[in-house]
Structure formats: C-alpha cells, structure tokens
C-alpha cells in the first residue's frame, strides 16, 4: 500500500467521524491480530484523482489508565512507521490536554508529515478558540468540522500534495 493517512488522537476527539467521512470501502479486518492492530480500521478514499489509504486508530485497548494510554502510545508509532501522512486530531472544545502534548512529543520527533487537524469546528467563533493548537509546535493547523465537513475539503487539498 502507498498513501496511507493514519489519523490518531486520543479517545473522543472524533477520528472515526473523520475517517467515516472519508472513507468509501471499508475493508474487513482479519481478526488474527493483537489488540492494537485489531483495534485499526483501514479505508479508501480518493481526492482529486490521488487514491489513499485511511487508518482509523482505536486505543480502547484496555481498562486501566496506564495501558490504556500505553495503547495510544503504540498507535501513534505504528502510524509513524507506516503511514505516508499522520492526521493527529484534535478538539476544540477541550483545548489542548496532557495526553495531546504527550502524543504532540512523539510527532515532533517523527520524519513523517504530520498535520495538526483541529476538530468540532462547528462555527465561526471556535476559530480563534482553535488558535491555542498553535502551542503544540507542529506547525500549521487545519480546523475541521468532522460533523458537518466544513474544512476537510482544505485539509485534503494539503494532504494530496504530498503523494
Ligand atoms: P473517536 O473516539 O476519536 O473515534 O471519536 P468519535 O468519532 O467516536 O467521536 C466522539 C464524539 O464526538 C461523538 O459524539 C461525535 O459525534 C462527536 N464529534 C465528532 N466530530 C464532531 C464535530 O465535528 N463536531 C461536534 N460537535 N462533535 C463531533
Ligand atoms: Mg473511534
């Protein structure tokens, strides 16, 4: 597989409405697997006549909260290892949380081009709120509403130029 767009983020951001809105087929997962893999969901998509690959990322894993965001952890790698652009979502309405800074410090050191996707930006004034996202120090942010769209037709404008 080429263009593979792994988006991650911690629980509740909204990454499986986002993959749902991007998404066409959705592939069956053979369930052979160890719980993170079997807890990814891969996708199709196309934009502009570029085909790609999206990795929805879970992270339920398990119960405690030391696994649980030792599970986070490990999809943020996986995604780094395979995919050709990493989304890392995250949500306005919350701001900017330890667990988002801790995945923001694995991307950081990450070759791959990574997109900061500020999500449940319903409406005008969630702009300036999404601002904030800035401090991250991943560069450039993409407000998105994964709910009505608004915005992922920019983002995906940005993400094709890489493949
Ligand atoms: P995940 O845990 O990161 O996969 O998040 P989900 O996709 O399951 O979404 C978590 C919650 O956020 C759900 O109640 C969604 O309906 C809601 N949600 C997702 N995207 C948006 C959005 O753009 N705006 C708003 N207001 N809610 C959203
Ligand atoms: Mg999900």
Do not use: C
């Amino acid at each position: 597989m080429s263009n593979i767009v792994a988006i991650v983020g911690r629980p509740n951001v909204g990454k499986s409405t986002l993959y749902n809105r991007l998404t066409e087929t959705r592939k069956a997962i053979v369930d052979d697997f160890s719980g993170v893999t079997r807890d990814r969901h891969y996708g199709t998509s196309e934009w502009t006549g570029h085909e790609f690959t999206v990795v929805d990322t879970g992270g339920y894993v398990a119960n405690s909260t030391d696994v649980f965001e030792a599970a986070i952890r490990e999809q943020v790698v996986i995604a780094i290892e395979e995919a050709s652009i990493i989304l890392f979502l995250v949500d306005v309405t919350t701001g900017i949380t330890d667990l988002d800074d801790d995945i923001a410090g694995l991307l950081r050191r990450s070759k791959k081009p990574v997109f900061v996707v500020v999500n449940k930006v319903d409406n005008n004034n969630q702009q300036v709120d999404a601002t904030v996202f800035y401090s991250l120090g991943l560069g450039e942010i993409y407000n998105i509403s994964s709910m009505t769209g608004s915005g992922t037709g920019e983002l995906l404008d940005e993400m094709v130029k890489h493949f």
